[in-house]
């Protein structure tokens, strides 16, 4: 047989080649499998104590089982279901079987998880927030307030009872607020590194708003090294996420979508970037009363988002459902009428909010915001409904796909579609991270709790190959 080319000229030609290729993988490494938090809680700055998320979900689990207090009452407050042939009482003292071989065994599964997930990790991720949740005050109370959150982080973390991921969130570096987020920032690590000797909690981030150029991003990485020197912190140590929140982020003053430079500009700190529903929507002239998630606007900018910043590892969140599922009328003596009144807001909201939720699942945006702890059981509840309902699908086409590699690797063919491997990997490690199912229930997809544990299907493949 000849050839045309030499092995010179073609390793020459497929050298140039690899060397683009590998520039393209380190732009796009594909989605990270590091767990996400499935939301962020934001609260004032001036609220926040060291027991602020435990009381966020006594507070939640007491509002879920005061206005639905079985799994019944929940699914008919969300309308997923209408006729139940058992009470609630009857069905929970069936067998396992009988449970399982049920219809209503989705929903009797997703509200025991709420149930669970309130009583042992209810908040997942907090924000310490000086920007919206706080508002514009006198320097002194901003510096005060600096100091008392800083010290009551450092006793949650004493005390072990600050959320999984927590971080602070500035105020943007605007021209005018620019020196006060500054300030903040440097009073707040300043206090908390002194009373932790030096540790940062896990998963810190801090959040820069209301970002439109990446000379913000710039100057907030170099402020970082500052204070990792000054705190002798090792480099890299401080990361960040940004925030999608007017239209020149999603296209500048030349037509171009932004937020890639933007990333870049963060030197490897940029974590995330969260959508801002409010202020978005405010920036194409929404007004105040057609300002929510579920707004065209937003699914455009999600859209553009998704686009410029998918396969880069980035997590991406959505914003916060304003309504928030609290009745007008308080107090132990309600007449029936003031009861009734209350569960129709409440359970308007809770609609609301897990329509909200359920939309941004959809859309491939697997954390959101909630601003108040009556929102988190229906953050669970959609969370929990759409990996649930998923996971048949969802098992069937893994095991499929594991087993066609299977057959690849024994008859030595080239299978090189990982990333789509990984993306059904990644739903059930997002499902696992969140409490939707137990590791146990992914052997169903023939994997071992090794290979389940790598959270890479690349290695999960190589390590069959060597087999």
Not at 258 to 272: F, Q, T
Not at 277 to 292: E, F, L, R, V
Not at 403 to 430: H, P
Request: hydrophobic fraction near 40%.
């Amino acid at each position: 047989m000849q050839f045309s080319i030499t092995n010179d000229e073609k390793e020459q030609l497929l050298g140039t080649l690899k060397t683009a290729n590998l520039r393209f993988q380190h732009i796009y490494p594909g989605d990270k499998p590091d767990r996400q938090p499935v939301h962020t809680v934001y609260g004032g700055a001036n609220l926040f104590k060291a027991d602020t998320c435990k009381k966020m979900g006594e507070i939640a689990l007491q509002h879920l089982q005061t206005n639905a207090p079985d799994f019944i009452m929940l699914a008919k407050a969300l309308q997923l279901a209408d006729n139940f042939p058992l009470p609630a009482a009857a069905f929970n003292a069936l067998p396992e079987a009988g449970k399982k071989s049920s219809p209503y065994w989705l929903h009797y599964t997703v509200y025991e998880k709420i149930i669970k997930k309130l009583q042992t990790e209810a908040v997942e991720d907090f924000r310490i927030d000086f920007e919206d949740g706080f508002g514009n005050r006198p320097d002194e109370e901003e510096d005060a307030t600096a100091v008392t959150a800083a010290r009551e982080l450092a006793l949650g973390m004493q005390n072990k009872t600050v959320s999984p991921f927590i971080g602070i969130r500035i105020k943007p570096f605007t021209e005018d607020l620019k020196h006060r987020s500054v300030r903040t920032l440097d009073i707040f690590l300043t206090t908390l590194l002194e009373h932790t000797h030096g540790i940062l909690p896990a998963n810190f981030v801090v959040m820069l708003p209301k970002v439109t150029i990446p000379e913000q991003v710039t100057t907030l990485v170099r402020l970082f090294e500052i204070l990792e020197k000054k705190h002798r912190l090792a480099p890299g140590s401080l990361q960040m996420e940004t925030m999608v929140e007017a239209t020149q982020i999603i296209m500048d003053d030349e037509g171009r979508n932004p937020l890639m430079r933007i990333i870049r500009a963060s030197e490897g700190r940029c974590i995330a970037a969260h959508f801002g529903t409010y202020d978005y929507t405010a920036s194409c002239g929404i007004t105040a009363k057609y300002q929510t998630m579920s707004h065209p606007v937003c699914d455009f900018a999600h859209h553009m988002t998704k686009v410029a910043l998918g396969g880069t590892g980035i997590f991406l969140s959505d914003g916060a459902t304003n309504v928030i599922p609290i009745g007008p009328h308080k107090g132990d003596h309600l007449t029936f009428e003031q009861q009734a009144e209350n569960r129709e807001v409440i359970y308007h909201a809770w609609r609301m909010g897990f329509h909200h939720t359920t939309h941004s699942l959809i859309n491939g945006f697997y954390q959101g915001w909630d601003l108040n702890p009556a929102q988190l059981p229906m953050r669970y509840a959609a969370t929990y409904h759409f990996f649930l309902s998923n996971y048949n699908d969802a098992v069937f086409r893994l095991k499929t796909f594991i087993e066609r590699s299977a057959i690849s690797t024994l008859t030595k063919d080239i299978f090189d579609d990982a990333a789509t491997g990984q993306g059904l990997l990644n739903f059930f490690i997002k499902a696992i991270n969140c409490g939707a199912v137990s590791e146990t229930e992914v052997l169903a997809t023939g994997l071992t709790l090794e290979e389940i544990r790598s959270r890479s299907f690349y290695r999960i493949i190589e390590g069959r190959r060597g087999k």
